[in-house]
């Protein structure tokens, strides 16, 4: 009887503590469990944390420091001729009217160099197109009041024939040639390469000077003139408009022979005046770089149909005449080092035939803008 009682006893105790270790374990492990989540629920909340909290804003010295400057457009008074000069600058032309261009360009389109040539000198152009020796008879009349700043188109002068009689510059003489650019590259050109083929200007051949090249077509049409000299792009619009006219000489190919490769023929340039160069240099390199960019648009294959439709807006030519005529204009942009060998031998050979066609004397180093 005791014997059962005490085995009941000992049964209910360690049914007793199995109950308590279980509940003890329990106990333990929701602990566990409670602070594993506790874990991940703190590193929740403090990478949320983070996530919220606002950048710091930048303090003033910095926002200077990193932000670049923005420079202030510089009214700039622009003057280009209609012909390949001003076909070179469409590009710009356009930017400019759109409000795109680094500077504010007031442009004017002339039809001749006499247009241009007295405001450079009184200062009302800051930036001009000009033939490349009135360049330098600027820099003479001025005493160093201009500078040249680029180059900007080469040879572009052909001497057009209504009938067949010119084969070579000896079939000039006792001719009548009409021409443009009088007191300018073409005049001086035509000059020496005469000249170096044996024939004295007014006096073996005739020449008559016309102010503008639009003047020229009408006689060559109406048979008055059977001779021209015209350059690039009116050549073609001549060619365009009368299938009796051709290509008689090309007077560039005629210079190389003359000169015997001392020079190129360099036609245009861009002229600043020296004291909006020393004032404005950032806007005048501004100016360089657009204007470099604008030749390299309108004399590629890509935009050469655009560049022809703003040729008619900016009334230069009729767009599809400058279709044809922009590849043949021989619009380039030459600067620096490169510019300056070109156009100084070119003055070279023109002071050695003519001191006048230079304005007298050859520039001095100091004509020569670079950057």
């Given at each position: 009887?005791?014997?059962?009682?005490?085995?009941?006893?000992?049964?209910?105790?360690?049914?007793?503590?199995?109950?308590?270790?279980?509940?003890?374990?329990?106990?333990?492990?929701?602990?566990?469990?409670q602070?594993?989540?506790?874990?991940?629920?703190?590193?929740?909340?403090e990478?949320?944390?983070?996530e919220?909290?606002?950048?710091?804003?930048?303090?003033?010295?910095?926002?200077?420091?990193?932000?670049?400057?923005?420079?202030?457009?510089?009214?700039?008074?622009?003057?280009?001729?209609?012909?390949?000069?001003?076909?070179?600058?469409?590009?710009?032309?356009?930017?400019?009217?759109?409000g795109?261009?680094a500077?504010?360009?007031?442009?004017?389109?002339?039809?001749?160099?006499?247009?241009?040539?007295?405001?450079?000198?009184?200062?009302d152009?800051?930036i001009?197109?000009?033939?490349?020796?009135?360049?330098?008879?600027?820099?003479n009349?001025?005493?160093?009041?201009?500078?040249?700043?680029?180059?900007?188109?080469?040879?572009?002068?052909?001497?057009?024939?209504?009938?067949?009689?010119?084969?070579?510059?000896?079939?000039?003489?006792?001719?009548?040639?009409?021409?443009?650019?009088?007191?300018s590259?073409?005049?001086?050109?035509?000059?020496?390469v005469?000249?170096?083929?044996?024939?004295?200007?007014?006096?073996?051949?005739?020449?008559?000077?016309k102010?503008?090249h639009?003047e020229?077509?009408?006689?060559?049409?109406?048979?008055?003139?059977?001779?021209?000299?015209?350059?690039?792009?009116?050549?073609?619009?001549?060619?365009?408009q009368?299938?009796?006219?051709?290509?008689?000489?090309?007077?560039?190919?005629?210079?190389?022979?003359?000169?015997?490769g001392?020079s190129?023929?360099?036609?245009?340039?861009?002229?600043?005046?020296?004291?909006f160069?020393?004032?404005?240099?950032?806007?005048?390199?501004?100016?360089?770089?657009?204007?470099?960019?604008?030749?390299?648009?309108?004399?590629?294959?890509?935009?050469?149909?655009?560049?022809?439709?703003?040729?008619?807006?900016?009334?230069?030519?009729?767009?599809?005449?400058?279709?044809?005529?922009?590849?043949?204009?021989n619009?380039?942009?030459?600067e620096?080092?490169?510019?300056?060998?070109?156009?100084?031998?070119?003055?070279?050979?023109?002071?050695?035939?003519?001191?006048?066609?230079?304005?007298?004397?050859?520039?001095?180093?100091?004509?020569?803008?670079?950057?």
């Amino acid at each position: 009887m005791r014997k059962n009682k005490f085995s009941k006893l000992l049964s209910m105790f360690l049914a007793l503590t199995m109950t308590l270790s279980l509940a003890s374990c329990g106990s333990a492990q929701s602990s566990t469990e409670q602070k594993e989540n506790s874990g991940v629920t703190d590193t929740v909340i403090e990478q949320e944390t983070e996530e919220e909290q606002p950048a710091e804003e930048p303090s003033e010295e910095e926002t200077e420091e990193t932000q670049e400057p923005v420079l202030e457009k510089v009214d700039i008074n622009l003057a280009a001729l209609k012909g390949p000069t001003a076909l070179g600058m469409l590009d710009l032309l356009e930017k400019n009217d759109n409000g795109e261009a680094a500077n504010n360009y007031n442009v004017t389109l002339a039809g001749a160099p006499d247009e241009i040539v007295g405001k450079i000198v009184s200062g009302d152009l800051d930036i001009a197109a000009v033939p490349t020796n009135v360049a330098s008879t600027l820099y003479n009349k001025t005493q160093g009041g201009v500078k040249l700043a680029a180059l900007n188109t080469m040879g572009v002068l052909y001497i057009l024939e209504k009938g067949d009689s010119i084969q070579s510059v000896a079939d000039l003489a006792g001719k009548t040639i009409y021409a443009t650019g009088q007191g300018s590259t073409p005049e001086y050109a035509l000059n020496l390469v005469l000249e170096k083929n044996g024939l004295t200007p007014g006096e073996d051949v005739t020449i008559v000077y016309k102010d503008e090249h639009a003047e020229i077509a009408p006689l060559l049409a109406s048979g008055e003139a059977e001779i021209a000299l015209l350059p690039q792009p009116f050549v073609t619009s001549v060619l365009t408009q009368n299938s009796d006219v051709r290509v008689a000489l090309d007077l560039t190919e005629e210079w190389d022979k003359a000169v015997e490769g001392q020079s190129g023929l360099t036609m245009g340039c861009v002229v600043v005046r020296s004291e909006f160069a020393e004032n404005n240099k950032e806007a005048l390199d501004s100016f360089l770089d657009e204007y470099k960019a604008s030749v390299e648009t309108v004399t590629s294959e890509e935009g050469l149909s655009h560049a022809a439709e703003l040729s008619e807006k900016y009334d230069i030519m009729k767009a599809a005449v400058a279709q044809q005529a922009i590849p043949e204009c021989n619009i380039v942009f030459v600067e620096g080092d490169e510019m300056q060998q070109i156009a100084s031998g070119f003055l070279q050979v023109l002071y050695d035939a003519n001191p006048q066609s230079v304005g007298g004397n050859l520039p001095n180093e100091d004509f020569y803008y670079k950057r």
